[in-house]
């Protein structure tokens, strides 16, 4: 009996369905894998306890850690209350004074400064309450008439400059000294115009103008003072973008850390993974950074602005802790602990880090100190737990090009995408290359050119492609070898072509097929530095339409338009003529390209001016042959082109509206014999 | 004249070396990069069953007031209370009386629920306009009819109203009460349908700190949670059994994140195998 017994529980050990946990906590956390998108990796912070529930906090809004204090600005109850984190008791200040409080700050001597919104301004309050100072709204000829003065955030440096920000404060941060007088603005954000404003402030009289809009940037949502009295801000986005490539293309970055001149010092903004809705940020004890939405989204960033971790959501579907319903601040304390407050709930959530993120944690630090043997080592043992995480790639590549390991540096930089550091080290193995192979270099050099002379010497004797002067043979191979002709004297060839009829449309073909080759090699396969394309996700058809459509167009418009305007020109010279204008780019761009693969960030400027250049070439070729063979003066060319332009346009819009009426003759169709088939056979 | 200049360039030359050691040498605050101690903070989170109270002994909350005893054995004894329709349990061991609510109607409960809360059994059913209610063992409008033997009960129950018979069954052994519904005693004459049926759904409860305890629910490898004030509890417990019913739930996913980060932020909770329940006071 027993062993059934035994048996059965055996089997109901083995046969219930037992859900693997990939994780303890209650959210995952992300990182930037090496393609830049998400990627779920490792815990890094725990939902831990949660603090202060039930001791009715209402709509609380902001918290400030001091030590053993968090002091928490109770909204709703217009008080500030002080929790002993050792006691796990709370007292209250402010009662009599505050009105709305709402943005606090502490500090080190234990003055409370708090941004009250209701009350329109910023009180400082001793340990006990009593109110030390009051910054009234400013009468300063500084501040701005037409601002208003709402604070709702506050912070203050180790010198007692004191920042405030306010509701609509769109002229940048509010800095006062320490006599509460005011001192200016701060790191204002730029205004941003959308294409029609810009339409409309070309167009606009100054009174048109001022009436139609106010243009303001955007107003800076919350602030945090970093160890060294740096600022952090962080802004919304005026309109829900859900990708960070839109929310980017507003042009500032959403969170930024202003150095003294109040410039943003992160990352550019196409680089920064950012949500549009950050509602704090709270600055980390070696130069990272929390930012946090309101939908509970905790942002990590380093001190560059490149995003370490994301972790926590929003209660939607379910309540757990871990979750938010509306997180509306974040602080850290000295043990690295984050604490975050949630509005709607009236309680803080704490969450801790794992070992993991404490190990990613100090792999940054001895990287930005310098301690490249110990930062290897770590960032190793990271890359070993996630092999697909972009900053673990990055970190190690750097740690060896700093150790000068470059060849591997490389590989770790070319799988992270990260063009600056490949470009960098691509140039010290260049150089240690240049430097080995100098000599043997230059002899390679002279040898060639003797191989040269010494192949045309032979050549002029033979007369093996002297093809030019024989006229009485027609074949592909010497319309092609035509071209070398036209990239000298192209008027002259354009004459060619239109009287004495050469060039073929075979030739032309084939230079067409050369053109899109060469396309193909300038959109996709450039060299690793100059590589802007996404090749996984680009289909060849699209570039082949993105090419072949305009060149088609360009074609049948360019004859159309010159048959009702004088033109002499065929289709057949039109298509020629066209092909040979792409000889430059053919013949001469693939130098360019071929450059990319051994030149260097520090070089780009050969490769864009060579690229731009050899495509202005053959603009001119394509232009001077319009006029050639149209036999058109400069201005009916001009002409000719932007009517030919205009005939693209118009065939592209006539298209895509004959496409809409096609799909809905499709489906109206569809309908009716849907609806025929129902009646007939149902 | 000389040698002052050259003095004052020495000194110069020297001041500014000593601020340019002082400026570099200036410590960083170091950070340590030890995983700092989160023993407490862990121990408080939900992952962990949370630290226990002192232990003490607990004065029952209920009485044996207008109750007299059915069954008895020698751990056991059940006591009954016919208009209410509610029984009574003194774990002889222990001399600890267990009972549902009291016999006064507590203020925060309304009639329908009181009824439910002290009786035996209560059905919950789908009327014939699809509207569902709850009907109690102790209404009136339910004829009852207990059948005591040794060590059982047999209550006979009979909605007339609605037209639905049921017959359950209460069995004490050792120190087990057994509930069960006998096969095919379940009948539905009229338009309502059966929803669900309660046996003694508040049995051993207990309203916020009144007493020290805690339950236990079978979320993952079993979870406790600790009596506290309604204030600090942040959502109910509320989880199917061996799955979710994918006919009728839903498969909920979360949403309205409006960030760039994916929407499968949610770690999968852990579906529950066993029907597990327990409550210590």
């Known amino acids: 009996m027993k062993k059934i017994i035994a048996v059965f529980l055996l089997l109901s050990i083995v046969l219930v369905p037992v859900s693997a946990k990939a994780s303890e906590g209650t959210t995952y956390t992300y990182t930037v894998s090496l393609d830049g998108n998400w990627i779920r990796t490792q815990d890094a912070y725990l939902p831990g306890q949660i603090l202060l529930q039930g001791f009715g906090l209402t709509k609380p809004s902001d918290l400030f850690i001091k030590g053993d204090f968090i002091y928490i600005s109770d909204t709703g109850n217009s008080r500030i209350a002080v929790y002993n984190k050792r006691t796990g008791t709370v007292a209250y200040i402010g009662e009599e004074v505050l009105k709305e409080p709402k943005g606090l700050f502490v500090n080190d001597a234990g003055s409370v400064y708090v941004a009250d919104y209701g009350a329109e301004c910023v009180f400082v309050l001793s340990k006990d309450g009593e109110v030390l100072m009051k910054i009234d709204r400013p009468d300063s000829y500084l501040f701005s008439a037409r601002s208003r003065y709402k604070p709702t955030g506050v912070a203050v440096t180790s010198g007692d400059i004191i920042y405030v920000i306010g509701e609509g404060s769109y002229e940048g941060v509010m800095q006062f000294n320490a006599e509460g007088e005011f001192q200016g603005y701060f790191a204002a954000n730029s205004t941003e115009m959308t294409m029609l404003q810009r339409l409309q402030e070309l167009i606009f009289s100054k009174e048109q103008l001022d009436r139609i809009f106010t243009r303001t940037p955007r107003a800076i949502q919350n602030i945090d003072i970093t160890e060294r009295d740096l600022l952090y801000s962080v802004t919304q986005n005026s309109e829900v973008s859900y990708s960070w490539k839109a929310s980017s293309s507003a042009g500032d970055n959403n969170v930024k850390l202003h150095n003294l001149a109040g410039n943003d010092i992160l990352n550019k903004s196409n680089n920064m993974k950012q949500e549009w809705n950050f509602v704090d940020i709270a600055a980390g004890p070696y130069g990272n950074s929390f930012a946090l939405t309101y939908t509970g989204i905790i942002n990590e960033y380093d001190s560059k602005g490149d995003l370490v971790f994301s972790f926590g959501g929003r209660a939607v579907s379910s309540e757990r802790n871990g979750l938010f319903t509306y997180a509306s601040a974040i602080d850290i304390d000295d043990q690295g602990f984050l604490y975050i407050i949630d509005s709607e709930k009236g309680l803080i959530q704490v969450y801790y880090p794992t070992e993991f993120a404490v190990i990613t944690h100090k792999a940054i630090a001895q990287l930005e100190n310098g301690n490249y043997s110990e930062s290897k080592e770590t960032w190793a043992s990271l890359l070993k737990l996630n092999g697909m995480s972009r900053i673990a790639h990055n970190g190690y590549g750097k740690t060896l090009y700093y150790q000068q390991n470059y060849k591997e540096a490389m590989e770790h930089f070319y799988l992270a995408g990260n063009q600056e550091y490949y470009s960098e080290v691509f140039w010290e193995i260049r150089d240690a290359w240049i430097n080995k192979h100098i000599a043997s270099f230059i002899i390679g050099l002279i040898l060639l050119f003797c191989l040269w002379k010494v192949i045309r010497f032979v050549v002029k004797k033979k007369k093996w492609f002297q093809l030019e002067n024989d006229n009485n043979s027609k074949n592909v191979m010497k319309d092609l070898l035509f071209t070398k002709k036209l990239l000298l004297h192209p008027i002259d060839s354009f004459y060619d072509i239109k009287h004495k009829k050469r060039g073929s449309v075979q030739a032309a073909s084939i230079i067409y097929v050369l053109t899109f080759l060469v396309f193909v090699w300038d959109q996709l396969f450039r060299g690793f530095v100059f590589n802007q394309s996404d090749i996984k996700n680009t289909s060849l058809l699209s570039i082949a339409a993105l090419f072949f459509i305009p060149c088609f167009l360009w074609v049948i418009g360019n004859y159309l338009v010159s048959s009702i305007n004088e033109g002499e020109g065929s289709l057949r010279n039109v298509y020629i003529g066209t092909a040979y204008a792409f000889v430059p780019y053919v013949l001469l761009t693939p130098i360019t390209l071929l450059l990319t693969y051994i030149l260097t960030l520090n070089e780009k400027f050969i490769v864009q001016f060579s690229g731009t250049f050899f495509l202005c070439w053959s603009g001119v070729v394509l232009f001077l042959g319009i006029i050639e063979i149209h036999n058109y003066t400069v201005r009916e060319a001009l002409k000719n082109i932007m009517i030919t332009l205009f005939f693209i346009v118009i065939a592209v819009t006539a298209f895509s509206i004959l496409y809409v009426i096609w799909a809905r003759i499709v489906e109206f169709l569809q309908n009716v014999g849907g609806e025929v088939m129902y009646r007939a056979f149902y | ?281």
């Open chain 2, 1 to 281: 004249m000389r040698f002052t200049k050259k003095g004052i360039l020495l000194a110069l030359s020297l001041l500014s070396i000593v601020i340019i050691v002082r400026v570099a040498g200036r410590e960083e605050t170091k950070y340590e990069f030890n995983v700092s101690d989160t023993s407490e903070i862990e121990i408080n989170s939900n992952r962990h069953t949370q630290a226990e109270t002192e232990g003490q002994k607990v004065k029952s909350i209920v009485s044996l007031d207008e109750f007299e005893k059915k069954l008895e054995n020698d751990k056991l004894e059940i006591w009954f209370h016919e208009k209410l329709a509610s029984i009574r349990i003194v774990d002889k061991r222990s001399g600890y009386l267990w009972g549902f609510v009291g016999v006064e109607k507590p203020s925060n409960l309304n009639k329908a629920w009181y009824a439910m809360a002290n009786s035996l059994c209560t059905i919950e059913y789908y009327d014939n306009k699809g509207a569902d209610s709850k009907i109690s063992l102790s209404s009136g409008d339910i004829e009852k009819e207990y059948i005591w033997k040794e060590n059982s009960l047999e209550c006979r129950m009979n909605a007339k109203k609605i037209g639905i018979r049921l017959t359950f069954k209460i069995t004490l052994e050792d120190n087990l009460l057994t509930f069960s519904t006998v096969e095919k005693s379940l009948v539905e004459s009229g338009d309502s349908k059966i929803k669900s049926i309660y046996y003694a759904p508040f049995l051993g409860a207990t309203q916020e700190t009144e007493i020290d305890g805690y339950m236990l629910v079978p979320d993952g490898p079993g979870a406790l949670i600790r009596y506290t004030t309604a204030m600090e509890y942040t959502s109910n417990f509320s989880k199917k059994v061996y799955g979710t019913d994918m006919g009728i739930d839903t498969l909920e996913l979360p949403s309205g994140m409006m960030a760039s980060r994916s929407d499968d932020y949610l770690v999968e909770e852990p579906q529950i195998s066993m029907p597990i329940y327990g409550i210590v006071h």
